[in-house]
């Protein structure tokens, strides 16, 4: 089961792909730093985040990659990243598209002591390793967007789609993608601007994939180990949540609801106020 595998119209693309080849010859910056498994090894100071990868050129999904490579016996914390997708897979159903070699695509698989309902703390606490890893390396302050949106000054950086393998109600593994806008720029695509960014944007400068990447796996790693001991991300999620406060609308998958976020739940639903004074528990939608 996937928590985003619906099919929607192509104008929910997040980038129109003919638009992309325009905006290459206008944003690329022309720097490349190359993330092959040596380059990404070399100096991880992880146990076993990271340790295991499968690289790609390109490929079709790393997340579906790192879903088949289960059944191969891939070993907990497993890799794979691609410098290109050709079907990348947002959420929603949506494509998650980005040019070759200037953001990071990857994808970790991980056997985790959870219950279904309790995976969502996965994507918050992979949200978390990545907003420590922006901040440490660039020092761009990161907010999110529930459930799963990288926010940086209010536009999108990046984003995280979980997915999972169940058998009844066994969680078997769960995959944690991950893709993030690094050294292009979104903002001369006409669809995404003023809704998407990068750092190089933000910053007006490069940045290094790998050290981005090899922090993330690091804050990734500890983050799972404390989550596993029974560590709850959500209150440090929820103190980088760009809405709290806010009144919001959330477009559910049937209908919606309209409320003032006061945060995330231990499991990842969010919290909305409605005028009535009850709260109630969002699990699955978008915020409008
Ligand atoms: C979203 O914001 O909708 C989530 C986007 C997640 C994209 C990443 S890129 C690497 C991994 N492989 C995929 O096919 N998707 C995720």
């Known amino acids: 089961m996937a928590y985003s595998n619906r099919s929607l119209p192509e104008e929910e693309l ?8 325009g905006c290459l010859s206008l944003g690329y910056y022309g720097f490349m730093e190359e993330l092959t498994p040596g380059r990404i090894r070399e100096g991880l100071a992880t ?23 289960v059944d191969k016996g891939a070993p907990e914390g497993t890799l794979v990243i691609a410098e290109e997708q050709t079907a990348g897979k947002g959420r929603l159903g949506r494509r998650w598209i980005a040019p070759a070699g200037m953001g990071l695509l990857f994808s970790l698989l991980l056997y985790p002591d959870l219950t279904l309902k309790q995976v969502p703390r996965l994507t918050m606490l992979a949200s978390l ?3 420590e890893a922006i901040e440490s390396v660039t020092g761009l302050a990161v907010r999110f967007k529930w459930p799963n949106d990288i926010l940086i000054r209010g536009r999108k950086a990046g984003g995280v789609l979980t997915e999972v393998g169940v058998t009844g109600e066994r969680l078997d593994y769960v995959v944690v993608g991950i893709g993030l806008n690094v050294n292009w720029n979104p903002s001369q695509v006409p ?7 990068s750092l190089s944007e933000e910053l007006g400068r490069e940045v290094s994939r790998l050290e981005l990447l090899q922090r993330l796996l690091i804050y990734m790693e500890g983050g799972y ?9 959500h209150k440090v999620f929820t103190s980088r949540l760009a809405d709290v406060g806010e009144k919001v609308e959330v477009v559910l998958p049937r209908g919606k609801e309209e409320g003032f976020v006061e945060g995330v739940d231990a499991d990842g639903a969010l919290l909305l106020r409605r005028e009535d004074g009850s709260t109630v528990g969002v699990t699955m939608g978008e915020v409008a």
């Open 14 to 21: 997040s980038v129109n792909p003919a638009m992309l080849t």
């Open 47 to 69: 146990e076993f985040v990271g340790q295991k990868i499968v690289y790609y050129e390109s490929i079709g999904s790393t997340n579906e990659v790192a879903r088949g490579l």
């Open 191 to 197: 669809e995404l601007a003023g809704k998407a960014t």
């Open 129 to 131: 390793a990545v907003a």
């Open 225 to 233: 180990l404390r989550l596993q001991e029974g560590y709850l991300p």
